[in-house]
């Protein structure tokens, strides 16, 4: 995805987000083009009223431009770990992704497991980019 779409696509969630009272983090790994992926991986947080982030959900499952599209965890939220973020957003070539200490390997192998240890280690790995405001 070129960087001009993904603000596309940041811009119309806050949007959205925020007239429906939506919270939550947006990571976008792009790949180099020496690792031969041919797309990049994404992995979000949503917090807010069930149906809110299911639409939202089903609407970024039917949308073409997706691929293997995974729910690791759905539950109730008593306190939004996002809150007064529409949408927090990175953006990291994958080089930068595998320097950040704590890194999730985004690959089959995670995708599939849905554990709740990796779903913790995911969470908790986009949590920490709650302190850089995006």
Do not use: C
């Amino acid at each position: 995805m070129h960087d001009e779409a993904l603000l596309d696509l940041l811009t119309a969630s806050r949007i959205y987000n925020e007239r429906k009272q939506l919270s939550g983090m947006l990571l976008y790994v792009k790949p180099n083009k020496a690792s031969g992926v041919p797309a990049g991986r994404f992995i979000q947080v949503l917090e807010g009223e069930e149906h809110e982030v299911m639409a939202v959900y089903e609407t970024i499952k039917h949308d073409s431009r997706h691929q293997q599209v995974t729910l690791l965890h759905q539950g109730p939220v008593y306190v939004r770990s996002f809150a007064g973020w529409a949408m927090g957003f990175k953006s990291l070539l994958e080089d930068e992704y595998l320097q950040i200490p704590g890194y999730i390997k985004l690959d089959e192998q995670f995708i599939q497991s849905k554990s709740m240890l990796s779903v913790g280690v995911a969470f908790n790995f986009l949590k920490s980019f709650y302190t850089i405001r995006a």
